[in-house]
Antibody
Framework: EVQLVESGGGLVQPGGSLRLSCGVS????????VDWVRQAPGKGLEWVGR??????????DFAASVKDRFTFSRDDSKSSLYLEMNSLKTEDTAVYYC??????????????WGQGTLVTVSS | QSVLTQPPSISAAPGQKVTISCSGS????????VSWYQQFPGTAPKLLIY???KRPSGIPDRFSGSKSGTSATLDITGLQTGDEADYYC???????????FGGGTKLTVL
């Protein structure tokens, strides 16, 4: 059974850092793309970034709103992807989801999602 | 304001049909396939439609999707009170090199 589980959320001050974890099971992390999507309180879904698979050199893309502040790291032996968030702003407050971006015949879609972890940036 | 435009809300009676639109441009909907997600309050989104018009296993055929040019639509027939949720379209944008979500549509079943 495919599962993704996020952890690491919490309260952090503006300008601070936080590392979120996405632990996966039921599939091989190195063979798939995994994205992060966030949702601010009462707002819609916002894409944060993508970590591609080994075949694509683990390349990454980030939304303009987080580029140069957020990065990915990973430990395939632990089936875990990490979202490293620096220089956090109050507008980064959101529930953060990791989701598998499955690719089929050129199409991609988020077929499995984690339950989300809440990040609150406040003084 | 999202690059992908959806109506903020839509409502209909049980048993009726609704159509949720998602309008984009040549660099997103006109470029790549569209997916749709359903989200209930406090829960993670759930995949409803992928590759414009395909349903994952377990999704009722009351849900259908289509795409034409730079717009996509999600149709829901035989509305049920349990369909009350937020619905989002999603697509890759080649100009932004990133994923876009529509602003979301809140469906109310009266």
């Amino acid at each position: 059974e495919v599962q993704l589980v996020e952890s690491g959320g919490g309260l952090v001050q503006p300008g601070g850092s936080l590392r979120l974890s996405c632990g996966v099971s039921g599939f091989t992390l190195s063979e798939h793309y995994v994205d992060w999507v966030r949702q601010a309180p009462g707002k819609g879904l916002e894409w944060v970034g993508r970590s591609r698979n080994r075949a694509k050199g683990y390349s990454t893309d980030f939304a303009a709103s987080v580029k140069d502040r957020f990065t990915f790291s990973r430990d395939d032996s632990k089936s875990s992807l990490y979202l490293e968030m620096n220089s956090l702003k109050t507008e980064d407050t959101a529930v953060y989801y990791c989701a598998r971006a499955y690719r089929l015949n050129g199409a991609h879609f988020f077929d499995f999602w984690g339950q989300g972890t809440l990040v609150t940036v406040s003084s | 304001q999202s690059v992908l435009t959806q109506p903020p809300s839509i409502s209909a009676a049980p048993g009726q049909k609704v159509t949720i639109s998602c309008s984009g441009s040549s660099s997103n909907i006109g470029y790549d396939s569209v997916s749709w997600y359903q989200q209930f309050p406090g829960t993670a989104p759930k995949l409803l439609i992928y590759d414009n018009d395909k349903r994952p296993s377990g999704i009722p055929d009351r849900f259908s999707g289509s795409k034409s040019g730079t717009s996509a639509t999600l149709d829901i027939t035989g509305l049920q009170t349990g369909d009350e949720a937020d619905y989002y379209c999603e697509v890759w944008d080649s100009s932004l090199s990133g994923v876009l979500f529509g602003g979301g549509t809140k469906l109310t079943v009266l």
